[in-house]
C-alpha cells in the first residue's frame, strides 16, 4: 500500500466506523506505518469526516512533516509499531461497551474467551492502568504488556485503556477494523449474557489453535 492509497484507506475506514457507531464525536484516532515515517489522523479530528490531505503525516522519528497536527497519541502508537514489528495500522476508538466494563476495578484480560472468533481473531486484550489521555506513562505500559506476552508466546493485536477505550493493530487498516469490531461486539455480548457464560474450555482453545493458528 502507498501512501495515497493509505490516506484513502484511513478515512474509509474512519467513515466507517463512525458510521455504524464504533466511534463519535472527536474521540479515536487510526494511523499507518509508511516506509518513511507515519500517517495519523489529526487531533481533535471527527473519524467520520476525514480529509485525505489533511491526515498528519510525521518521520520516523515523530517529527511532524505535513498536514494537520497530529493526534497526542502518536507516541503510543508509534510504541505500538516499536514492539511489533508486523503492525501497519494502528486504530484506537472509545467504544462504548469496552468502555463501560473498564469503569469498576478492572485487571488482568479485559474478556474470558467466550467465542471462537474472538480467540482467533482478538485473542488476549490485557487491561491498562487509567492514564489521561496523551500520558507518556501509558505508552510505557502498553509497550511492557506486549513485551510480556511475547515472551509467553502470545502475541497481542489488542490492549484496552482503562476509561477511555482500546488500541488494536494488524497488517492494513481493514484487518485493524476488523479486530476492533470483533473486541466491542465481544464486549456487548458480555454484557447482554445473563448468567455470564462459562469461557471456552482448555480444549476447545487448543482445537483452534491447531485448526485455525488461534494465538490465544
Request: charge should be negative; include cysteine; aromatic fraction near 6%.
Amino acid at each position: 500500500m502507498n501512501e495515497s492509497q493509505a490516506r484513502q484507506e484511513i478515512c474509509r475506514v474512519g467513515r466507517s466506523l463512525f458510521e455504524r457507531g464504533y466511534v463519535h464525536a472527536t474521540a479515536g484516532n487510526i494511523s499507518v506505518r509508511l516506509d518513511d515515517g507515519f500517517l495519523i489522523t489529526p487531533t481533535d479530528a471527527c473519524l467520520g469526516f476525514l480529509d485525505p490531505d489533511a491526515l498528519s503525516k510525521v518521520d520516523n522519528e515523530g517529527r511532524q512533516v505535513s498536514g494537520a497536527p497530529a493526534s497526542k497519541t502518536l507516541a503510543l502508537h508509534r510504541r505500538i509499531y516499536g514492539v511489533s514489528r508486523g503492525a501497519g495500522c494502528v486504530i484506537h476508538t472509545h467504544s462504548t461497551h469496552c468502555v463501560a466494563l473498564t469503569l469498576g476495578d478492572p485487571h488482568g484480560d479485559l474478556l474470558p474467551p467466550i467465542t471462537p472468533y474472538f480467540v482467533m481473531k482478538v485473542g488476549h486484550v490485557p487491561v491498562v492502568p487509567y492514564f489521561r489521555p496523551g500520558a507518556p506513562e501509558a505508552a510505557d505500559a502498553v509497550s511492557e504488556l506486549i513485551g510480556r506476552y511475547a515472551a509467553q508466546g502470545m502475541p497481542l493485536r489488542a490492549v484496552m485503556l482503562t476509561r477511555l477505550g482500546p488500541n488494536v493493530w494488524h497488517d492494513t487498516p481493514a484487518q485493524a477494523m476488523a479486530v476492533l469490531e470483533e473486541l466491542e461486539e465481544t464486549a456487548r455480548l458480555w454484557q447482554l449474557a445473563e448468567p455470564k457464560p462459562q469461557p471456552l474450555s482448555p480444549e476447545d482453545i487448543q482445537d483452534l489453535r491447531t485448526t485455525f493458528g488461534a494465538r490465544w
